[in-house]
């Protein structure tokens, strides 16, 4: 059974740092794919923060994260990191991370498509405080 586990929300005051933790087991990224970070506060939409597309190695970051947040990932661990620094109260939202198999093309073209992702993680909270 293929899941993704999403670990390191928290309770943060404005202006820190938190990693995000996305663990993947029984799926290996063998096959060109995308691997994504979407966040969702109460009462709007989901918005894609960072995509990775592995058929040419491109991230893209949305433009509210840019500079702030920076995703890396440990192939030995199966994990994808999402790093944020300098946190905003409107930053707070439940944070998934999401992988669409077999995706070919740029990251910032995938952003735009979560109805097509194929796993979802349970999501982890992030609150920040002012």
């Known amino acids: 059974e293929v899941q993704f586990v999403e670990s390191g929300g928290d309770l943060v005051q404005a202006g820190g740092s938190l990693r995000l933790s996305c663990a993947a087991s029984g799926f290996t990224s063998g096959d060109d794919s995308a691997i994504s970070w979407f966040r969702q506060a109460p009462g709007q939409e989901r918005e894609a923060i960072s995509c990775?597309?592995?058929?040419?190695?491109?991230?893209a970051y949305a433009d509210s994260v840019k500079g702030r947040f920076t995703v890396s990932s440990d192939t030995a661990k199966n994990t994808v990191y999402l790093q944020m620094n300098s946190l905003k109260p409107k930053d707070t939202a439940v944070y998934y991370c999401?992988?669409?198999?077999?995706?070919?093309?740029?990251?910032?073209?995938?952003?735009?498509?979560?109805?097509?992702?194929?796993?979802w993680g349970q999501g982890t909270q992030v609150t920040v405080s002012s």
């Open positions: 990775f597309s592995s058929s040419d190695s491109s991230t």
């Open positions: 999401a992988v669409f198999e077999k995706y070919v093309g740029p990251a910032a073209v995938v952003c735009f498509a979560p109805d097509e992702y194929d796993y």
